[in-house]
């Protein structure tokens, strides 16, 4: 075949067929064409059907230019060299070049990527609502999740990354004259910035190039979503094996203690903690009851106890007063609507100037009979407030200051519910008062022992209490009566500062809430006297949970499925054009037969005639 154009090839040189014309190779001087051999490959050694512009498809060419004369300017080609008789036959081509050479790479990647993120959803639902300290192995599960994440987002970049290079072909082949293109799209397929700036760059890109684009932005938040899908919460829990603890009494008897058996009177000490624990009642210090926890957190059963309860009124307004008939100063009588006399008296003299009486107080028991309970006891306060700094006291206006309560502490049940223990500090919950009949009692089996019943009939005390009453020995009763009275009952034979009521009482910021306290003292030592039982509740502690946060696993699954998705469009696609599957390879670029070379980077080509020319001979051998 031969050839005329503007340009003329360098006369005396070989040009294999695989040259382009345009371009001086080095020159092959002194060679005759027969002397330049070759192993010709058949167009079977190929892996798929090439189109050749310039010879036949079967064998290659090569033309030889000889030297013309002086005034020739014309050139002519070389006929076709036959191939030699002892060329080797193509060898096979094996199953993993067919594999690496396919889609075998990027479908086993978008497989792993979708068996790590299932692998992270099953460790996931073993993780959640499990106790942190059941996790035994060194390897943290943030940890765990971590690497699955970065496997599941390696394996999808790898594969979406040759998805995108695949298109930058299937580009080219529609649209021949967009070479620069391929950058881009090369760009896109290695990272973020690439993939971010091929929104600008390629105008008229491929839909699922620029779905692609967005999966590759939305994978570096990848690694951020699945550090929020663990949290980590405190949750308490029972403590198994442990139980806290109190203890109430449904009876109280001391039995014979400090009793002289002839005469069955109280000549000794009794239960002298219950004393001590009226005495702190007074000055408002009041132990907590006897409820145990051996832990940080407790929690107690429902129970009624056995206990004593204060009612009291103020009377300031109600009470009678009378002054008595006197030589030395003024003295007044009062007396309660319970019928309780209480004296107060005023004076002045050179030495010591005004005084008067600052606070009394009596108390008395109202079932003293042999035998008798003693319990309830009454008492009646009467206290004289002086502000020494300001308006002084005066013989005319003393008694104008006088505040006066009366009060009635019986035995009575109490009934507990919702106390718990948090940090060591006691959280009360409810306490309620049941009212029981402290008189008329009648005696119960032994002639000391008596039995004391709700006033409601229709209350309960507990299923475990029999009788639905409590038990006392009537000498018990006697005792508890002692004490309030010997702290109620203010002589004027002893000096204030000599007696334990006298003071107290005097400067209680709240009488009604003093007796209230001195009531809950007693009552809380009862809980745990001679008779007491015991009870078990809950003991809690803080235990860290693992919380999954599902909601966070969504941009992961679907980030996930779009690169799939981008490859399974991008196969049928290619399958679709009958191209070859070049992917990220720049065979296309170094193909045999292009006219024109690609340019450099940095230089230009001649014309747009020959960029044109070269990129549609380039999209020609894209396909099959």
């Given at each position: 075949m031969g050839s005329t154009g503007a340009q003329n090839p360098h006369p005396g040189y070989l040009y294999s067929y695989d040259q382009p014309y345009n371009q001086p190779y080095d020159?092959?001087?002194d060679q005759d064409v027969?002397?330049?051999?070759?192993?010709?490959p058949t167009a079977s050694q190929y892996n798929s059907s090439q189109e050749y512009a310039m010879h036949d498809d079967s064998v290659p060419q090569a033309y030889f230019v000889p030297a013309p004369n002086e005034d020739t300017v014309t050139w002519h080609t070389v006929t076709e060299i036959n191939p030699p008789t002892d060329?080797?036959?193509?060898?096979?081509?094996?199953?993993?070049?067919?594999f690496n050479n396919g889609w075998g790479p990027e479908i086993f990647s978008q497989i792993c990527s979708v068996l790590f993120l299932l692998a992270l959803i099953i460790l996931l639902s073993r993780l959640d609502g499990r106790p942190l300290s059941t996790w035994t192995?060194?390897?943290?599960?943030?940890?765990?999740?971590?690497?699955?994440?970065?496997?599941?987002?390696?394996?999808?970049?790898y594969a979406l990354g040759q998805t995108i290079s695949q298109l930058k072909w299937l580009h080219l082949t529609k649209k021949p004259d967009s070479l620069e293109d391929?950058?881009?799209?090369?760009?896109?397929?290695?990272?973020p910035l690439g993939a971010f700036r091929m929104f600008w760059t390629v105008r008229s890109g491929h839909f699922i190039a620029y779905v692609g684009?967005?999966?590759?932005?939305?994978a570096l938040a990848f690694e951020p979503f699945s550090q929020q899908l663990l949290h980590f919460e405190e949750r308490v829990i029972i403590v198994p094996g442990t139980q806290s603890s109190v203890s109430f009494s449904t009876a109280y008897d001391f039995q014979s203690r400090g009793v002289d058996g002839v005469s069955a009177v109280i000549v000794g000490p009794r239960d002298n903690p219950i004393t001590a624990a009226a005495v702190n009642g007074v000055y408002d210090v009041v132990k907590d009851p006897p409820f145990d926890c051996p832990g940080s957190t407790c929690s107690y059963p429902t129970f009624t106890t056995f206990g004593v309860c204060s009612e009291c009124a103020d009377i300031t307004k109600t009470i009678n007063k009378k002054l008595l008939n006197t030589t030395y100063g003024q003295t007044y009588s009062f007396t309660t609507p319970g019928n309780l006399t209480v004296q107060a008296s005023a004076y002045s003299d050179a030495h010591s100037g005004f005084k008067h009486t600052l606070t009394n107080a009596t108390a008395v028991g109202l079932n003293t009979e042999f035998a008798g309970l003693g319990m309830p006891v009454r008492t009646g306060i009467i206290r004289f407030p002086d502000d020494q700094d300001n308006d002084r006291s005066t013989m005319t206006n003393w008694t104008d200051s006088m505040q006066a309560y009366e009060c009635t502490i019986s035995f009575c049940g109490r009934h507990y519910s919702g106390w718990s223990t948090t940090?060591?500090?006691?959280?009360?919950?409810?306490?309620?008062?049941?009212k029981l009949n402290n008189s008329d009692v009648p005696a119960y089996g032994a002639p000391w022992y008596r039995l004391l019943a709700p006033l409601d009939p229709a209350e309960s005390l507990g299923a475990n209490i029999a009788n639905n009453s409590f038990k006392i020995n009537y000498l018990d009763g006697q005792n508890i009566e002692s004490v309030l009275r010997s702290i109620f009952t203010i002589s004027n034979a002893l000096p204030a500062n000599q007696q334990i009521g006298a003071a107290a009482l005097y400067n209680s910021p709240d009488i009604i809430a003093t007796m209230d306290n001195v009531a809950k003292g007693m009552s809380y030592h009862m809980m745990s006297g001679p008779n007491s039982t015991t009870v078990h509740g809950e003991v809690y502690t803080t235990q860290a949970y693992i919380k999954v946060v599902w909601p966070w696993i969504t941009p992961l699954v679907a980030v996930v499925v779009a690169s799939a998705f981008c490859l399974i469009a991008v196969i049928f696609l290619t399958r679709k054009a009958k191209q070859l599957v070049w992917k990220s390879s720049l065979t296309p670029l170094l193909l045999p037969d292009v006219s024109y070379m690609l340019t450099n980077s940095s230089e230009a080509p001649t014309n747009q005639w020959q960029m044109r020319a070269r990129t549609m001979t380039i999209a020609k051998h894209l396909a099959r």
């Open positions: 020159a092959i001087q027969s002397e330049h051999s070759y192993n010709y060329a080797k036959p193509p060898s096979k081509i094996s199953l993993w070049d067919r192995i060194a390897v943290s599960p943030n940890a765990f999740v971590a690497v699955l994440s970065i496997a599941s987002k390696a394996s999808l970049i391929l950058q881009h799209y090369d760009d896109a397929s290695r990272g684009c967005v999966v590759i932005l939305l940090n060591g500090t006691l959280s009360r919950g409810d306490e309620r008062i049941i």
